[in-house]
């Protein structure tokens, strides 16, 4: 009985902290304090973007510094990893949106957000010009401002190759839009297979679904569609699901080619005990509304009946960004991006800094490299601003050993260069099933299974932004466990 009175009492009282810690960090997070205004003799940062690059320098900004202005025309951050989660509905859109608004009022000093697309970069000015294209506009809808320091991170956009119809019949997968828009289409195409008088053939090609990229998007999305197509629609749709089919096409040899060997054998393995069909060194060479035409490696085109494309075939520079290496010449000819130095400074230009999927480097286009590029720019920013006082002070020093000194000082603060640690690969690949190449101790570890994917959703749960973003989608996985999607 002594045991039991005590086990009750531990119990209570962990129960009682837990819930008394929590509701401390969620009042905190609400309710921050009050802010600095801006001042006019500090210098104006503008960030473009409210993406990963962009979130992440904001995070670990100190705000006090500067007059920080954040542009962008999403007043969020989107956590891209989950979004093929939110397009069969698994996770709903607002567990991985965090307002913008949300991070900047726990800021020291308060920062501009404007819900914006930037349309032009002037270097030589240092101005940006942007517009509030929304469906709803005020009076003035477009301004320009100018800027001390520019963080460009703006992203990427989804590489169509100017293959015909796919902007006009195919969902991409990049945008929150995207996701939902996608997942309208698929039940759209369940429920016109459902319509009475529906012939085979036509059901057939409703329930076709196709998705083109092999790259971790392409995977994810289908392996999420099949965990719907078994765990939901079965019993939904009991008539039609078996004649559901999901396409994977593939134009080089192997699916995930960032993924070691036996991972792509193994998703390989996965996909086709859920009857995922993957073809590989196949090419989509156009997108019609009601079906796609694939060249095979035997080089002959065929025409394929569908109800959906998802077009998931990579990325390429966005027009703005093509615009503003355009105006450097010189020091910017790299196709797939901006060049950056090792500081991550625009090549051709001292004071914008480039970061993430817009950029050209040596790393993969990934949330990782772009948020680890916005945590060091964050601490870059805290060295400019100690250089630019002591240059400010310099200025103005009275005696010439005043100057020396201080010229000392200036000399002492040095940029490191950036440097990207790589914290492994995970992706999901449906059937509760993830695969992981890990860096352990030096050697790369490489996993795939239920334990997998355990460890895949504990990862992707903390590495979420806030509180609230953990809470909402740890409930959304609850919710789907209990009375499914
Ligand atoms: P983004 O995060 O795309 O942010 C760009 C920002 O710029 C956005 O806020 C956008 O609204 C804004 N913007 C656009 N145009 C303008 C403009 N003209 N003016 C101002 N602002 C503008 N990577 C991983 O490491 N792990 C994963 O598991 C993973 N999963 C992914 C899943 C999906 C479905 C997708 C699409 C990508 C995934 N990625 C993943 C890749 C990752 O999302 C990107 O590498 C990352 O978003 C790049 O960060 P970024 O800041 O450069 O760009
Ligand atoms: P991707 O560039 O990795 O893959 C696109 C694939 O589409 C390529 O394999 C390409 O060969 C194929 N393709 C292109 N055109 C085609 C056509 N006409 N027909 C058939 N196939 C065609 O793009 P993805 O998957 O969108 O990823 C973009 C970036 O985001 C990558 O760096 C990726 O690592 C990262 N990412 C990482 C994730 C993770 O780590 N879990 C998840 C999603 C994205």
């Given at each position: 009985r002594y045991f039991l009175q005590t086990l009750g009492r531990v119990t209570l009282v962990t129960v009682v902290g837990a819930s008394a810690t929590f509701y401390y960090i969620a009042h905190k997070e609400k309710n921050p304090g009050l802010q600095l205004p801006f001042d006019p003799s500090k210098k104006t940062l503008v960030i473009l973007g409210s993406g990963w690059g962009a979130t992440s320098l904001l995070k670990g900004l100190?705000?006090?510094d500067y007059n920080t202005i954040v542009v962008s025309p999403k007043n969020f951050f989107l956590f891209t990893p989950l979004l093929p989660s939110v397009a069969v509905g698994t996770l709903n859109a607002r567990s991985i949106l965090q307002p913008t608004r949300y991070l900047t009022r726990h800021k020291q000093r308060q920062v501009l957000v404007i819900e914006a697309e930037a349309k032009e970069v002037d270097p030589v000015n240092k101005t940006v010009t942007l517009s509030d294209d929304s469906e709803i506009r005020g009076q003035i809808s477009s301004t320009t401002i100018p800027y001390d320091y520019l963080v460009y991170a703006v992203g990427a956009e989804t590489q169509?190759?100017?293959?015909?119809g796919v902007k006009e019949h195919a969902c991409f997968m990049k945008e929150l839009h995207d996701a939902e828009k996608m997942q309208g289409r698929f039940l759209d195409c369940v429920e016109s297979a459902a319509?009475?008088?529906?012939?085979d053939e036509e059901k057939d090609r409703l329930l076709h679904m196709v998705v083109v990229g092999g790259g971790p998007t392409g995977i994810e999305l289908s392996g999420e569609l099949r965990d719907f197509l078994e765990e939901d629609l079965k019993s939904w749709y009991p008539e039609l699901a078996s004649r559901i089919r999901i396409t994977l096409v593939e134009?080089?040899?192997?699916?995930?080619?960032?993924?070691s060997k036996e991972l792509i054998a193994y998703t390989e393995r996965t996909f086709k005990e859920s009857d995922i069909d993957i073809l590989t060194?196949?090419?989509?060479?156009k997108v019609n509304e009601k079906s796609v035409v694939l060249k095979g490696p035997d080089g002959v085109e065929r025409e394929v009946p569908c109800g959906m494309v998802v077009w998931a075939a990579g990325n390429t520079s966005r027009q703005i960004t093509r615009d503003l290496m355009a105006k450097l010449p010189e020091d910017q000819a790299n196709k797939r991006g901006i060049t950056v130095d090792d500081h991550l400074r625009m090549k051709g230009t001292r004071d914008i800094f480039a970061i993430g999927d817009c950029t050209a480097s040596s790393?993969?286009?990934?949330a990782q490299v772009a948020s680890q590029q916005g945590s060091y720019l964050s601490r870059v920013f805290k060295l400019l601003a100690k250089k630019d006082k002591l240059e400010a002070d310099l200025s103005h020093a009275e005696t010439s050993e005043e100057a020396e000194k201080l010229k000392k000082q200036v000399d002492k603060v040095k940029l490191k260069p950036f440097h990207y640690s790589h914290q492994g690969s995970l992706a999901y690949i449906g059937s509760d099933k993830a695969i992981a190449d890990l860096p352990i101790f030096g050697r790369e570890w490489t996993s795939g299974g239920v334990a997998t994917f355990m460890f895949w959703r504990s990862a992707y749960l903390s590495t979420l932004f806030s509180l609230r973003n953990r809470s909402l989608v740890a409930g959304d996985w609850m919710r789907v466990k209990l009375w499914g999607r």
């Open positions: 100190d705000t006090s169509t190759f100017g293959i015909p319509f009475p008088g529906q012939s134009a080089l040899p192997s699916v995930l080619p960032s993924f060194k196949t090419m989509v060479r790393y993969a286009p990934t």
